[in-house]
């Protein structure tokens, strides 16, 4: 993408952004169904991809984060998927 960006005669760097869903704690069904519904007008399919793909467990937030930093994205949104606002500090605690 850096390559493409530079022979394209862009200036600067271009800057990358990534979105990874998570939960922590006893949440796994409540974080399943959220996803679920909200992702279903893109299909069942899609929905439970995306749904299987939530990061339920500190040790999965951590390695998804240093994954993301080791190839280089700028900006990593750690999207709650359950509304309790301690999940706010549940993922600090893993995460700083």
């Known amino acids: 993408m850096r390559a493409a960006w530079r022979d394209a005669g862009r200036e600067g760097e271009p800057r990358f952004a990534a979105l990874n869903h998570f939960s922590l704690g006893d949440t796994e069904e409540q974080s399943r169904a959220y996803l679920l519904d909200y992702y279903e ?56």
């Open 41 to 96: 007008p893109m299909g069942r399919e899609v929905a439970e991809m995306i749904a299987g793909g939530a990061h339920r467990s500190a040790q999965a937030i951590k390695e998804v984060i240093a994954g993301f930093a080791e190839i280089g994205v700028d900006e990593l949104v750690l999207d709650p998927t359950v509304s309790d606002p301690a999940q706010v500090g549940l993922l600090a605690e893993v995460a700083l």
